[in-house]
């Protein structure tokens, strides 16, 4: 599992309990992983096509600090699954964990498009070149 997003929980995250409001917690997971997914797939074109259970383990309240994990465990088609754990930095504790996110990459009709990739990368050599070359 790789360990690279640190949210800072600040007080327009938290619910009517005073902790981590899920639906925050799950925008930084999905803006995450799509940025991931690009990576791997090579394609900015991409939907999240499943989630599988979600696993709400514990909380965080304001001031702490949260890890974001994905790992990428597998490759279809057209497809990219991964799974991802969230930890609390403060207090150590386990907050979520999916076993299951797949995305899809589309072509320029929305259409699902095969990508021709079996192994996961750690460069960033397949980030979209259309991207690359977008600096003003």
């Known amino acids: 599992m790789n360990f690279h997003t640190r949210k800072w929980v600040r007080p327009e995250d938290l619910n009517a309990n005073g902790t981590l409001f899920g639906g925050s917690l799950l925008r930084w997971i ?5 940025v991931y997914a690009m990576i791997q797939l090579g394609n900015q074109r991409i939907v999240t ?13 304001q001031g702490d600090i949260i890890e ?6 597998n490759f279809g088609r057209t497809s990219l ?6 930890r609390n930095i403060i207090t150590s ?9 797949v995305f899809v990459g589309l ?30």
């Open 49 to 61: 096509k499943y989630l599988s259970e979600i696993n709400f383990r514990s909380s965080a309240t």
């Open 81 to 86: 699954t991964m799974r991802c754990e969230v």
């Open 107 to 136: 072509d320029e009709d929305g259409n699902p498009q095969p990508h021709g990739f079996t192994e996961i990368t750690y460069e960033r050599d397949r980030f979209p070149e259309e991207l690359r070359h977008r600096r003003g």
């Open 68 to 73: 974001i994990g994905l790992q990428a465990i």
């Open 30 to 34: 999905d803006d995450e992983a799509v």
């Open 93 to 101: 504790e386990v907050i979520l964990s999916i076993d299951q996110i």
